[in-house]
Nanobody, 125 residues
Framework: QVQLVESGGGWVQAGDSLSLSCAAS????????MGWFRQGPGEERESVAT????????YYADFVKGRFTISRDNAKNTVYLQMNSLKPEDTAVYYC??????????????????WGQGTQVTVSS
């Protein structure tokens, strides 16, 4: 069993930065690929960034490349998402997820077994 709790969302203006954190409990954290996803109003959930269990491999959606950075600290059971140069279109609920069957990054939502409750990120123009 893995429990995930996100924090760090909020309201910012375009061009600002935010840092999200996801604290995980459960003994499988260090073996899992982890991911950040987002879901805007009326939209499907989409992959933002994912990271391998050893943090040596990452995947980024094209719309965040060069602006967002995913990282993890297995000693702290925490995964992070640093978001810079935020745009209004980044407005969404951001979810942290764990893929217990995968050690390498995967962008498919169906590969993720556990999800956090989500944290709202709102970017105004």
């Amino acid at each position: 069993q893995v429990q995930l709790v996100e924090s760090g969302g909020g309201w910012v203006q375009a061009g600002d930065s935010l840092s999200l954190s996801c604290a995980a409990s459960g003994r499988f954290f260090g073996n899992n690929a982890m991911g950040w996803f987002r879901q805007g109003p009326g939209e499907e959930r989409e992959s933002v960034a994912t990271i391998s269990w050893h943090a040596k491999s990452t995947y980024y959606a094209d719309f965040v490349k060069g602006r967002f950075t995913i990282s993890r600290d297995n000693a702290k059971n925490t995964v992070y998402l640093q978001m810079n140069s935020l745009k209004p279109e980044d407005t969404a609920v951001y979810y942290c997820a764990a893929a217990t069957r995968f050690g390498n990054p995967t962008s498919r939502t169906i590969d993720y077994d556990y999800w956090g409750q989500g944290t709202q990120v709102t970017v105004s123009s």
